[in-house]
């Protein structure tokens, strides 16, 4: 089993910063990409951003190039996400995810199987 916990959302300003943290526990052998994807209130869950756990490959939705940054630390056993330049259309519960997704699906939330309960993120004016 894999458990992902988040941590780090809550309150910011436009043009402002924010780092969401997610670290995972139990087997690895489970999943290879840890992703982030959103939520906002009446849209469907999107994907915004995923990393390989072994090669660090990462790949971003085109609405935040550019702006938001994934990583992972030294042990890989954690994911961060650098948020940088954040705008209102930002705002969202935002979660982690942990998974063994199609290659040429990587940001499609149905295909990860672990999940995080998730954090708001809240842009404000």
């Known amino acids: 089993q894999v458990q992902l916990m988040e941590s780090g959302g809550g309150s910011v300003q436009a043009g402002g910063s924010l780092k969401l943290s997610c670290a995972t526990s139990g087997s690895t052998y489970h999943w290879m990409w840890l992703g982030w994807f959103r939520q906002a209130p009446g849209k469907e869950r999107e994907g915004v951003a995923v990393?390989?756990?072994?090669?660090?490959?990462?790949y971003y939705a085109d609405s935040v190039k550019g702006r938001f940054t994934i990583s992972q630390d030294n042990s890989r056993n954690t994911g961060v996400l650098l948020m940088n330049s954040v705008k209102l259309e930002d705002t969202a519960v935002y979660y982690c995810?942990?998974?063994?997704?199609?290659?040429?699906?990587?940001?499609?939330?149905?295909?990860?199987?672990?999940w995080g309960q998730g954090t708001q993120v809240t842009v404000s004016s």
């Open positions: 990393i390989h756990r072994g090669t660090g490959t990462t």
């Open positions: 995810a942990a998974g063994h997704p199609n290659p040429q699906l990587v940001l499609d939330p149905q295909q990860f199987n672990y």
